[in-house]
């Protein structure tokens, strides 16, 4: 069984051919076709060049058939077959992968997903409501009272900046216990069950622990960067905790590899339940088509399975409300980070107009 993969190529008509045909070796067998003697190798590894469209703008989408077999079990090992030693050219672009059954099969896809997400906040309707915690450089205890304020103003989602780690200004166990407990005191005031998800960092070992930690203290959500700590890493963390839901943070998402499949498909391959992604808008590069066709991948259910939560974030504001959730929909969640901690103390009153602001809107 062979996947199909879709490069963008800069080149001109006369060598694009040749082009094709060198990224299909390379990305299959890489060495001289006419060194290799096996027929099965010939015939069931060495990739095949598909298709080759003109985009008429200097590009060329290269479609190229992959053997599933090379992937053998490992999520690691498909980014490398996608765009390995391809990726070290300047001209080409990682675009698109048609995911067959087997390899999601394989890999599973979100374990909890949008309807799961629904569940356990209570909300069968409105799109979610989240925030960061921001800046690094906070003690615990601070961190602790702002998570406290989001939860008091009625956030859904309240997340670990990508940057908090495990530093020694704000440990990871000191920091999680902190936030863990003042979105505990927020929930006693409003009733609504946010959630707080800790961002993991470092080895496998201690991304197992900080795991083992965060369920430990009653925490149900996890935030891992994928293209950091590895996606071999972010599966084996799947299926260590599976009551734990995974939100992806994009962090090293712009490698040339087209956002709507690294993050809209491949992020939920290996069990990402919820996406982040900066969109279009703000202070990041995104176009309007580029983050409509990320969330429809995220949100795709492939083949019966569950399909995963966009976030929408990077510079979002209270003033786009309205507008990003006509855009998107309600099976997403709006990220607000430094738009919100703007309101300095009157953060829980800002947040609550914010969840007030998605929970009353009506869609276009």
């Known amino acids: 069984m062979r996947f199909s993969v879709t490069y963008l190529v800069r080149a001109d008509a006369a060598s694009i051919e040749a082009r094709a045909k060198g990224i299909a070796v390379e990305q299959s ?7 290799i003697d096996d027929e099965t190798v010939l015939a069931d590894i060495v990739g095949q060049v598909e298709d080759i469209e ?8 290269v479609r190229i058939a992959l053997a599933s077999r090379t992937v053998g079990q490992d999520s690691g090992q498909l980014l490398n077959m996608l765009f390995g030693n391809t990726s070290l050219h300047e001209d080409v672009v990682l675009h698109d992968v048609d995911i067959p059954f087997d390899l999601h099969a394989l890999f599973g896809g979100p374990r ?3 309807s799961e997400l629904r569940r356990r906040l209570h909300l ?4 979610f409501a989240g925030s960061a915690l921001k800046p690094q450089g906070l003690a615990p205890d601070e961190l602790g009272l ?7 103003g009625g956030l859904d989602f309240i997340k670990d900046d990508h940057g908090l780690a495990d530093q020694h200004y704000s440990p990871f166990a000191d920091r999680i216990r902190a936030c863990a407990a003042g979105i505990a005191r927020g929930v006693r005031a409003t009733g609504h069950p946010t959630r707080y998800i800790p961002s993991l960092t470092g080895n496998l070992d201690q991304l197992r622990a900080q795991a083992a930690l965060a369920r430990d203290e009653g925490i149900d959500c996890i935030m891992v960067a994928p293209m950091i700590a590895g996606f071999p890493a972010v599966q ?3 299926h260590a905790f599976p009551d734990l839901a995974v939100f992806a943070h994009p962090s090293l998402g712009g490698l040339r590899v087209s956002p709507e499949l ?3 498909k491949l992020f939920p391959l290996i ?4 996406v982040i992604f900066p969109t279009y808008g703000g202070r990041f590069g995104y176009s309007q088509a580029q983050c409509r066709r990320l969330a429809e991948n995220a949100r795709a259910a492939a083949d019966g399975g569950r399909g995963a939560l966009p976030v929408p974030a990077g510079g979002m504001t209270l003033a786009r409300t309205a507008e990003i959730l006509d855009f998107y929909g309600p099976d997403t969640m709006l990220l607000i980070g430094g738009n919100l901690l703007q309101a300095r103390e009157h953060i829980a009153s800002e947040a609550e107009r914010f969840v007030r602001a998605v929970a009353d809107h009506r869609y276009a």
């Open 271 to 274: 069990g990402a339940d919820a």
């Open 54 to 61: 003109d985009l008429h703008d200097g590009r060329f989408a």
């Open 262 to 264: 690294l993050i809209g």
């Open 29 to 35: 067998v890489e060495m001289p076709l006419d060194a």
């Open 124 to 127: 069968h309707e409105r799109a």
């Open 112 to 114: 909890h997903g949008v």
């Open 146 to 152: 702002l998570a406290e304020q989001f939860a008091r």
């Open 236 to 238: 084996a963390l799947v």
